[in-house]
């Protein structure tokens, strides 16, 4: 007997059209696909299929939005998501703890790592910080370059060599000017920072203008607090911190507008060749002549100027700049001898500075500081015609601003001018000679020729100690006392000759005179 196939069998073998019409309504419906709800999970993220796959994404707590797809598990899915929420967690947590864990000194510490040592002015920054790290008992810190890299190397001031007794008096004497102003920076270099209030920045600011600190240093310690706060708050993560130097009201600097007469300038000259060091003269004159800093003179290398061209290629706090120089500047140049390290002035700031400080003082002008020199030669310049926007090149500055402010200056000057003699107008005088040979020879020899000299008169005065002397013993043998005591006579008056000094035996005792 054979069997009636089926409604399936005739809609799969028999193709006629009523087989054809009657399968469809024969299957059974298609079910349609679930759509496969996301799982959320408040504040871990979302996950959920799509396209034969899971698609992860989140929101981290920065506000970020992060997605991913083609996981083949959820598992894998909720691991990425758990990795993003650790590493947002760790990028969120303050540095050094917040303020409420570390200490100025301290957050002065990180920020000179992170911040200061890229700045251009880092060596005077690094000294203020200095003051807060030496107060909480911190290793100093110096910047130096290594294979063009810049570093910070730790200093330990507990273990300095002993300064010399006449450096040291002057540090004391300093410090004791002062004794206030480091007071309260070494409690609020030991004070937590988010103890520090508004009202502690300010007495700090009150105390450094009590005891006759500039507005410029004032402006610059406060200055130093109010961004090094702002860091922290922008980069930092300090959340609910606020800035306790914002708001501290301080005095505009005052453009400081230099008088310097002819007067002035001969007795600075006059004292300046009396100097031991014959490169210190040409340096004053070349800063003066190219309005350039202290360190950008001493960092200036014979590849870095072109004589011919009269360019010079400067490295300065502000960056890299090109400066003209002046026909005198060329000359004073040239006169210069380049060191064997290719340098045209191989001197120390230390060196710099105590050179002019002996310099001001035989030339009674203790007023004047080293900085000045550029002041001075930015106002001969103006008062020969120089205009703002050139003296903005020489300066080296970006803005015009500080260059229109000498040439103000200078305006008001004139009419002061005008009831004083023409002579008032500084005329600049000759240039110091040129160095013949090596700069440490001819040292020596001015070392040697002003020791002769300190001896020589020494042995005139011991002599005529002794002919008093031999008048007293006299008087007192003849019964006739005499009327006052004579001292012991010198070394020279004692029938040996003084030495002569000469380059090779000065400097051992050149070291106990206090000169420039």
């Given at each position: 007997m054979t069997k009636t196939p089926s409604h399936a069998t005739i809609a799969a073998d028999d193709q006629t059209?009523?087989?054809a019409y009657a399968a469809p309504h024969t299957q059974p419906k298609a079910r349609k696909a679930k759509k496969t709800k996301p799982r959320r999970r408040k504040g871990t993220g979302t996950i959920f299929g799509?396209?034969?796959?899971?698609?992860?994404?989140?929101?981290?707590?920065?506000?970020?939005?992060?997605?991913?797809?083609?996981?083949?598990?959820?598992?894998?899915?909720?691991?990425?998501?758990?990795?993003l929420l650790v590493q947002a967690k760790n990028a969120a947590l303050p540095e050094l703890g917040g303020p409420t864990q570390c200490t100025l000194a301290e957050m002065m510490w990180h920020y000179a790592h992170i911040t200061t040592v890229n700045k251009g002015g880092a060596p005077a920054e690094l000294n203020r910080i200095g003051h807060y790290l030496r107060a909480a008992g911190l290793p100093l810190l110096k910047l130096v370059k290594t294979a063009g890299r810049k570093e910070l190397v730790q200093v330990d001031w507990r273990h300095e060599p002993a300064l010399p007794s006449a450096f040291e008096e002057h540090r004391d004497?300093?410090?004791?000017?002062?004794?206030k102003t480091y007071e309260a920076i070494s409690e609020l270099a030991n004070t937590r920072v988010s103890q520090i209030t508004k009202a502690k920045v300010e007495s700090l600011e009150s105390l450094m203008r009590q005891e006759g600190l500039s507005g410029s240093t004032i402006q610059k310690e406060i200055a130093l607090l109010k961004a090094m706060f702002n860091k922290a708050i922008a980069k930092w993560n300090w959340v609910g911190f606020t800035n306790p130097a914002v708001g501290i009201k301080l005095d505009k600097p005052k453009m400081k507008f230099v008088r310097f007469t002819k007067k002035d300038e001969d007795a600075l000259q006059a004292a300046l060749a009396k100097c031991d060091n014959p490169l210190f003269p040409l340096l004053v004159e070349a800063a003066i002549s190219t309005l350039a800093r202290r360190e950008s003179l001493l960092r200036l290398r014979a590849e870095d100027v072109d004589l011919d061209a009269r360019t010079a290629h400067l490295r300065s706090k502000t960056g890299e700049v090109v400066i003209h120089l002046s026909q005198r500047a060329v000359e004073i140049l040239r006169r210069v001898p380049v060191s064997a390290d290719g340098r045209y002035f191989p001197m120390t700031?230390?060196?710099?500075?105590?050179?002019?400080?002996?310099?001001?003082?035989?030339?009674?002008?203790?007023?004047?500081?080293?900085?000045?020199?550029?002041?001075?030669?930015?106002?001969?310049?103006?008062?020969?015609?120089?205009?703002?926007?050139?003296?903005?090149?020489?300066l080296g500055h970006k803005t015009p601003k500080q260059a229109q402010t000498y040439v103000n200056l200078v305006g008001?000057?004139?009419l002061e001018a005008l009831d004083r003699a023409e002579s008032s107008a500084t005329e600049r005088g000759d240039l110091p000679p040129a160095i013949a040979s090596?700069?440490?020879?001819?040292?020596?020899?001015?070392?040697?020729?002003?020791l002769n000299a300190v001896r020589a008169n020494s042995g005139t005065s011991g002599q005529a100690t002794q002919e008093r002397k031999e008048e007293a013993v006299a008087d007192a043998q003849s019964g006739h006392p005499a009327e006052s005591t004579v001292g012991e006579p010198s070394s020279s008056s004692r029938g040996e000759p003084a030495p002569q000094y000469v380059g090779s035996n000065v400097v051992p005792f050149a070291r106990k005179v206090v000169n420039g």
């Open positions: 059209p009523t087989a799509y396209r034969g796959a899971y698609r992860a994404e989140i929101t981290l707590p920065n506000g970020e939005h992060r997605l991913k797809d083609g996981f083949e598990t959820e598992e894998l899915a909720d691991q990425w998501l758990m990795e004497n300093r410090l004791a000017k002062r004794a700031p230390s060196a710099v500075d105590n050179a002019w400080d002996a310099a001001r003082a035989r030339a009674g002008l203790n007023h004047l500081t080293y900085q000045d020199l550029r002041h001075i030669g930015a106002t001969y310049y103006v008062r020969k015609g120089i205009s703002a926007h050139v003296l903005q090149q020489l008001q000057d004139v090596s700069a440490k020879e001819e040292m020596n020899r001015r070392r040697a020729e002003r």
